[in-house]
């Protein structure tokens, strides 16, 4: 059982930046491939990037490739998710995820674990 929970959303003006952090509840935080999903009103989730366990590989969605950075801390149980160059469109509730298996995977249903999620509100 790992327990996550999310912090940094917030309301946020076209542009600007946010940090979001995943705290993970597990000492043993550096075997699981982590993700970061998010989910705007009437859409569902979708994915937006994830880091292997050594944080070595990364990936992105391409809706934020090149304006959103993951990172994690093994020795905290942390997890980031720098975002930078907000648009409007990037409105929604952000979760972190994490699962036991080497592959990220890019589908929700791949998850096993989920934090309750942060609200992230960019205006125009």
């Known amino acids: 059982q790992v327990l996550l929970v999310e912090s940094g959303g917030g309301l946020v003006q076209a542009g600007d930046s946010l940090r979001l952090s995943c705290a993970a509840s597990?000492?043993?935080?550096?075997?699981?491939?982590m993700a970061w999903f998010r989910q705007a009103p009437g859409k569902e989730r979708e994915f937006v990037s994830a880091i292997s366990w050594s944080g070595d590989n990364t990936y992105y969605a391409e809706s934020v490739k090149g304006r959103f950075t993951i990172s994690r801390d093994n020795a905290k149980n942390l997890m980031y998710l720098q975002m930078n160059s907000l648009k409007p469109e990037d409105t929604a509730l952000y979760y972190c995820a994490a699962r036991g298996a080497m592959y990220y995977g890019t589908g929700p249903e791949e998850y096993a674990y989920w934090g309750q999620g942060t609200q992230v509100t960019v205006s125009s």
């Open positions: 597990r000492r043993t935080f550096s075997r699981y491939t």
